[in-house]
């Protein structure tokens, strides 16, 4: 199964598998991971892009920051350190996107998002929308201030408008799934798992009750320990599609 180009939406360079877009309303992923093309024909990035395409629900993919054309993937993240501004502009260009989908009723009123890595980053921050029900990440950027790119790169108080513990009230209210390896020395395991807790920790303060906020914390596998198994995707995949089909 080969992607297909969208429409250019606000500078964003959009493709997707699944349903054809003239079908209208079909269960809806958005997937974050490298330059839109590859997060849906390379693998294994587009493993779980494919397991939800293969069950009836159109998922799009977003190329990120620093990807795509001329850029250099491996050198991404210093590209998101010396330019935050970029990546705040893309976040709010993604919230557009969803709007656009439901509007046009390429999607229906609830969608989800999932992403690698650094894309989990950002379908975190996007799952704060209105529109997104539920969250899924594989070995997920918790922390941008962690990465070495950003230590020297960036300054804290750049770093702390895109926290993501900015966002921990929203995201009680929606459902959240993480797998990170046990010793992910790139994103960091403790991060993640600390990100889940102060999530959880705020739900029971709001007296949310059973939140279902969840971490899977998984054997390390690949470079630094920050890679995903075949069976992690299709886990998480599986788990996705059942919240966003009612």
């Given at each position: 199964?080969?992607?297909?180009?969208?429409t250019?939406?606000d500078?964003?360079?959009?493709e997707?598998?699944?349903p054809?877009?003239?079908?209208?309303?079909?269960?809806?992923?958005?997937?974050?991971?490298?330059?839109?093309?590859?997060?849906l024909?390379?693998?294994p990035?587009?493993?779980p892009?494919?397991f939800?395409?293969?069950?009836?629900?159109?998922v799009?993919?977003?190329?990120?920051?620093?990807?795509?054309?001329?850029?250099?993937?491996y050198?991404?993240?210093?590209?998101?350190?010396?330019?935050l501004?970029?990546?705040?502009?893309f976040?709010e260009?993604t919230?557009?996107?969803?709007?656009?989908?439901?509007?046009?009723?390429?999607?229906?009123?609830?969608?989800g998002?999932?992403?690698?890595?650094?894309?989990?980053?950002?379908?975190?921050?996007?799952?704060?929308?209105?529109?997104?029900?539920?969250a899924?990440?594989?070995?997920p950027?918790?922390?941008?201030?962690?990465?070495?790119?950003?230590?020297?790169?960036?300054?804290s108080?750049?770093?702390e408008?895109?926290?993501l513990?900015?966002?921990?009230?929203?995201?009680?209210?929606?459902k959240i799934?993480y797998?990170?390896g046990?010793?992910d020395i790139?994103?960091?395991?403790?991060?993640?798992f600390?990100?889940?807790?102060?999530?959880?920790?705020?739900?029971?303060?709001?007296?949310?009750?059973?939140?279902?906020i969840?971490?899977?914390?998984?054997?390390?596998?690949g470079?630094?320990?920050?890679?995903?198994?075949?069976?992690?995707?299709?886990?998480?995949?599986s788990?996705?599609?059942?919240?966003?089909?009612?």
């Open positions: 199964m080969r992607s297909t180009s969208y250019h939406f500078d964003l360079d959009i997707y598998i699944g054809p877009i003239d079908e209208k309303e079909h269960p809806c992923v958005i997937y974050f991971s490298l330059c839109a093309n590859e997060s024909n390379l693998d990035f587009n493993q892009a494919l939800l395409a293969k069950h009836n629900t159109r799009f993919s977003i190329t990120l920051p620093g990807h795509g054309g001329s850029f250099d993937k050198s991404a993240m210093k590209h998101w350190a010396k330019h501004d970029e990546l705040e502009k976040i260009s919230k557009k996107f969803v709007d656009h989908l439901v509007e046009k009723k390429l999607a229906p009123a609830q969608i998002v999932m992403g690698l890595s650094r894309g989990a980053f950002i379908a975190t921050h996007l799952a704060v929308h209105p529109h997104v029900s539920a899924l990440g594989f070995a950027v918790t922390s941008l201030a962690l990465l070495r790119e950003f230590r020297i790169h960036s300054n108080a750049d770093l408008k895109l926290a513990e900015n966002q921990l009230d929203a995201l009680t209210q929606k799934r797998y990170i046990n010793r790139r994103v960091g395991t403790k991060q993640a600390d990100f889940i807790s102060k999530i959880a920790n705020v739900a029971y303060e709001a007296r949310i009750r059973s939140p279902t969840e971490l899977f914390i998984t054997p390390s596998t470079q630094y320990g920050h890679g995903t198994l075949f069976h992690t995707f299709e886990e998480g995949s788990w996705l599609k059942k919240q966003i089909v009612k």
